[in-house]
């Protein structure tokens, strides 16, 4: 994929904080694919409120590079049970893998899945997102390696070479740019839900984020109501 393709795909993530795209009733979501919690909340709300999920701004939480600071430690070997437990509500046959070889690979390793995500053209983020949690929590795959994510893209029907976007310069910059709002944010975990000045951590407080949000949740479809939603 040419330099100038990879640069068109990118999303406006670089904003310093009190621009457009900070404004006060701006409601996103910062997850991580190497975090359960943050799969279980792009699922529910994916499924129980589709418009509100459109809606958002999802943001990946791009962890400090190994040696640059500390690292918040996101959720992987201990979560699989209570996050099975979570899940009962999801359906049969929907049981979180914990890929243990994955889960203990260093920061710099997972930010190759977030990269690509960056070079995924807006309209199908959504869908490659659902894609990586299921080849990682689904079927225990290696969602850092690049081969892993070239499949993924590919049955997406994407080009193949947007894993390259994980050496473009162009690619690198927004990464930084995100970083910064993430820090302005006050990121510290995931998922992290913000609405205008308010800030929610974690699953537990999702369903005050959607109650802030003015999206009814529809209590009349199976599998979204949920002690914890």
């Not at 509500?89 to 243990?100: F, I, L, N, Q």
């Not at 994955?102 to 997972?110: L, P």
């Not at 070479?161 to 310069?169: E, K, M, Q, W």
Request: proline residues 8%.
């Amino acid at each position: 994929m040419r330099r100038t393709e990879l640069l068109a795909a990118l999303p406006e993530v670089s904003a310093q904080p009190g621009s457009a795209d900070t404004a006060q009733h701006a409601l996103r979501c910062y997850f991580s694919f190497r975090s359960p919690y943050s799969w279980l909340a792009h699922r529910k709300l994916g499924r129980c409120l589709p418009l509100l999920a459109g809606a958002m701004e999802w943001l990946p939480f791009l962890e400090p590079a190994e040696g640059a600071g500390p690292a918040v430690r996101l959720p992987d070997a201990l979560a699989c049970a209570p996050v099975t437990l979570a899940l009962a509500s999801c359906g049969p046959g929907v049981r979180p893998v914990d890929a243990r070889t994955t889960a203990e690979r260093g920061a710099s390793r997972w930010e190759v899945p977030h990269l690509v995500w960056l070079a995924v053209p807006e309209h199908r983020r959504f869908a490659f997102t659902d894609a990586v949690y299921r080849a990682r929590w689904v079927r225990g795959e290696d969602v850092c390696d690049r081969g892993v994510l070239a499949a993924l893209v590919t049955g997406l029907a994407l080009p193949a070479d947007l894993v390259d976007a994980v050496d473009d310069p162009g690619i690198r910059d927004c990464a930084r740019g995100l970083r910064q709002r993430t820090d302005a944010d006050g990121v510290f975990g995931v998922p992290f839900f913000v609405a205008g000045q308010d800030a929610y951590w974690g699953m537990d407080r999702m369903a005050a984020f959607v109650a802030h949000s003015g999206y009814a949740l529809p209590e009349s479809r199976p599998g979204c109501v949920t002690p914890e939603f």
